[in-house]
C-alpha cells in the first residue's frame, strides 16, 4: 500500500514527439505528487509537482494529469527534445514527511 | 540547488572497512535525507533526520547509521561495509513544509551524490 509503481521502464520518443509516463498508487493518504528529472552523474531535480484536489497542471511543456478515482497520474512532455533526455521518478507524500518513490523511466528522445 | 554538498564525491573501499559520508546544508533546514539508488530500485530512503539529534529509519536502514550534531551536517556511516553497499549515496533537504487547504508540501532538493565502491 505504500508503493508508487512506474511506467515504463524506459522510453524512446523522437524528437517533437510527446513522452507519457505513468504512475500508480494505492495509498488514497498520499496527499503531494511530485516529479523529478535526473541527468546522469547528477542529484534528482524537483520538475513540477501536483495536489490531489487538482486533476491537471502544466508549466512550460510539462503538464501533470491527476486521476483522483483511479489513483493514477502521468507526466507529459510536449515536443520532446534531446535535452529531455533524463531518468524521471514520479514519487508521493506518505504524510510523514517522507516520499515515496517510483522506480524511474529512463526517457531518450532521438533527434 | 539549496546549498547541499556531499563529501566525498568518490570513494573505494574495502569490505569491512567503516566509511563515513558527509552531507554539509547552507540553509537551515530542519529535515535531511539519505537515499540510495541503485538501478532497477529508484530512490530508497536510508535514513532522516527531522532536527538536531533527530533520527529515524528509513526503509533500508539495515548496516547504516546516521548522526546530526548541528543542524549543517548529516553524515551516514558504515560501520563496516558490504559489497551490498555499492551505490550512489544522495543527501537530501526538505524545505520547510507551505500548506494550502488540506494538503501539504513535501519538496525535497538533492545534493550531487557519492559513488561508493566497496570492493
Known amino acids: 500500500q505504500q508503493q508508487v509503481k512506474q511506467s515504463p521502464q524506459s522510453l524512446i520518443v523522437q524528437k517533437g514527439g510527446i513522452s507519457i509516463i505513468n504512475c500508480a498508487y494505492e495509498n488514497t493518504a498520499f496527499d503531494y505528487f511530485p516529479w523529478y528529472q535526473q541527468f546522469p552523474g547528477k542529484g534528482p531535480a524537483l520538475l513540477i509537482a501536483i495536489r490531489p484536489d487538482v486533476s491537471e497542471k502544466k508549466e512550460g511543456r510539462f503538464t501533470i494529469s491527476f486521476n483522483k478515482s483511479a489513483k493514477q497520474f502521468s507526466l507529459h512532455i510536449m515536443d520532446s527534445q534531446p535535452g529531455d533526455s533524463a531518468t524521471y521518478f514520479c514519487?508521493?507524500?506518505?504524510?510523514?514527511?517522507?516520499?515515496?518513490w517510483g522506480a524511474g523511466t529512463k526517457l531518450i528522445i532521438k533527434p | 540547488d539549496a546549498g547541499i554538498t556531499q563529501s566525498p564525491r568518490h570513494k573505494v573501499t574495502e569490505t569491512g572497512t567503516p566509511v563515513t559520508l558527509r552531507c554539509h546544508q547552507t540553509e537551515n533546514h530542519r529535515y535531511m535525507y539519505w537515499y540510495r539508488q541503485d538501478p532497477g530500485h529508484g530512490l530508497r530512503l536510508i535514513h532522516y533526520s527531522y532536527g538536531v539529534k533527530d533520527t529515524d529509519k528509513g526503509e533500508v536502514s539495515d548496516g547504516y547509521s546516521v548522526s546530526r550534531s548541528k543542524t549543517e551536517d548529516f553524515l551516514l556511516t558504515l560501520e563496516s561495509a558490504t559489497s551490498s553497499q555499492t551505490s550512489v549515496y544522495f543527501c537530501a533537504i526538505k524545505k520547510a513544509q507551505r500548506t494550502s487547504g488540506a494538503s501539504s508540501y513535501n519538496e525535497q532538493f538533492f545534493g550531487p551524490g557519492t559513488r561508493l565502491t566497496v570492493l
Open positions: 514519487a508521493a507524500n506518505a504524510g510523514n514527511y517522507q516520499l515515496i
